[in-house]
């Protein structure tokens, strides 16, 4: 496959973030790759136009494996990516707007674009029950991602961003 236009970056821990990256992708198609945080690499962001970030809120805080991602990427991308396109899609229990605070401060030290409203899926778990327990997306949200991934596909492809 040749260079995505899309990165998609993801983690998830019980199935929220992973669908919703999941939709985006099939949204942009062939225009996007889809990486685990883990998996995420200097070269990876750098080889990208545009990236969407999908994460759960834990704690008030974005999800730490997506943490660590950015933490090894940050500094050998600095200065490199200015002005490159993006997103994010947040899972969260409550609000969300921690984890979307810290996006949005390391986009901006990237000097990234935004090109399209934060979204966050609020699963309303409060309990530890509700909130360890695997998800399921509403079709509504899938398809709010499904065209948030066709848009950031197409918008890079037409280059509109």
């Known amino acids: 496959m040749s260079t995505p236009a899309l990165l998609i970056v993801w983690h998830s821990r019980t199935g929220t973030s992973e669908a919703l990256a999941q939709a985006a992708k099939e949204g942009a198609e062939d225009r996007a790759v889809l990486m685990k945080a883990h998996e995420v690499e200097p070269e990876h962001l750098l080889d990208a136009q545009g990236y969407l970030f999908v994460c759960p809120e834990n704690l008030a805080s974005m999800s730490g494996e ?24 947040i899972a969260a229990g409550s609000d969300g707007e921690g984890a979307q605070r810290q996006l949005d401060r390391i986009a901006q ?5 935004r090109v399209a409203e934060p979204v966050i899926v609020n ?16 079709q509504a949200r899938l398809d709010e991602a499904r065209e948030l991934g066709a848009a950031l596909g197409e918008g890079l492809a037409q280059g509109i961003f």
């Open 123 to 138: 699963t309303e778990a409060q309990t530890p029950e509700e909130i360890l327990a695997p998800k399921t997306v509403p």
């Open 66 to 89: 997506m943490k660590e991602m950015f933490d090894r990427c940050y500094y050998p991308v600095l200065g490199r990516i200015e002005g490159r396109p993006f997103a994010t899609l």
């Open 109 to 113: 030290g990237w000097r990234l674009k």
